[in-house]
């Protein structure tokens, strides 16, 4: 089977607005404007490595939507499922400047967006068809329930089709009525996928299990091909259900500038490697590289590499 894309994903970007001073944003008075979403980030750092990419979405018919629209064509990636939507606007989100390796804060104004009416309606059969891969985030299932049927919807089209998909948890438990609806909609959806890439605390969230190899069994039991768990300071942990396994040393970096984006970066290192054939062990050191540059630079994608970059890394 040809495929024109190698990975297609869905989820929800916004007009994002770095304070360029630090402290409290109430306090800021100056900000850069990026393009923000976990899907994206993935996205962007796909089509850097040389991957053909298509992202699903809705964006707003206002400045925001056109602002996101024109960053996707500046980075390569296929737009032909984004919607422009004129009755609902795209999502924004304000972002503390942190230089000490906190986690910054972020204020997100996006109930009602564009986005968060993605459903099923949204699936262009062709398209996903086109896509070797595909790729899911927890934030794109905690939008709303109609964006959540969408993932559902295409999980299941793309695996009876033999396609191979990944699933990052991304948990946002303010999104989620409770917590328990949480773990039996994303572990709905983690079981779908054939790499599962949680966080060690998401994983103890998700399946009740404290140690790596346990949250690993528990998906592996029920037919998940490999999960690759971020231990944080530790680096990551893998297991595949062949029976490879083992941990992967940390990148150490002199300064952590930004901790957002650096799980989207690990992502970007895994499933493209994993899509060009490298073991797992070496898909983990990929994620492990990207995610160590993702962190010493400001911002979401910035420290996503080309291919060329990624050689010096």
Known sequence: MHNALDVITLGEAMAMFVATETGD???????IKRAAGAELNVATGLARLGLKVSWVSRVGDDSFGRFILNTLRKEGIDTAGVTLDTRYPTGFQLKSKCDDGTDPIVEYFRK?????HLSPEDFNAALFSDARHLHMSGVAAAISTTSYALL?????AMKSQGKTLSFDPNLRPVLWKSEAEMVEKLNALALQADWVLPGLKEGVILTGQQTPEGIADFYLQRGVKAVIIKTGPDGAWFKAADGQQGAVAPIIVEKVVDTVGAGDGFAVGVISALL???????????GNAIGARAIQVPGDSEGLPTRAELGAL
């Open 152 to 156: 559902e919807h295409a999980a299941k």
């Open 112 to 116: 009602g967006s564009a986005a968060s």
């Open 25 to 31: 944003l109430a306090g800021a008075g100056h900000f």
């Open 276 to 286: 060009e054939g490298k073991t797992l062990h070496d898909a983990v050191r990929r």
